[in-house]
């Protein structure tokens, strides 16, 4: 089945920087754009990053622009977030996601604390 799995989260202090990475599997990853979203308890859930299925469009949030970075190795089906200079603004559950014809698939979602 359809599946995305995050990992990289935990705690960091301000400035600081953190790399997620979501390994897809159940489908042919490379034929699929990525989303990077975050949410904090009692708000939206927010994108603030797309990657295309290759890799040659990207595109961010304002709120992490030139701080984050989305990038993909289509080969062993991972997408990463690389993430500099964060905030505790930046604080949130961070989830990738996929959409497949109707189907919308959600990892299970890292936690990113950044505090001193």
């Known amino acids: 089945q359809v599946q995305l799995v995050e990992s990289g989260g935990g705690l960091v202090q301000p400035g600081g920087s953190l790399r997620l990475a979501c390994v897809g599997s159940?489908?042919?990853?490379?034929?699929?754009?990525i989303s990077w979203y975050r949410q904090v308890p009692g708000k939206e859930r927010e994108r603030i990053a797309f990657i295309s299925d290759s890799g040659d469009r990207t595109t961010y949030a304002d709120s992490v622009k030139g701080r984050f970075t989305i990038s993909r190795d289509n080969s062993k089906s991972i997408s990463y977030l690389q993430m500099n200079s964060l905030r505790p603004e930046d604080t949130a559950t961070y989830y990738c996601?996929?959409?497949?014809?109707?189907?919308?698939?959600w990892g299970q979602g890292t936690q990113v604390t950044v505090s001193s």
């Open positions: 996601r996929v959409v497949i014809g109707v189907m919308t698939r």
């Open positions: 159940g489908f042919r990853f490379s034929r699929y754009d």
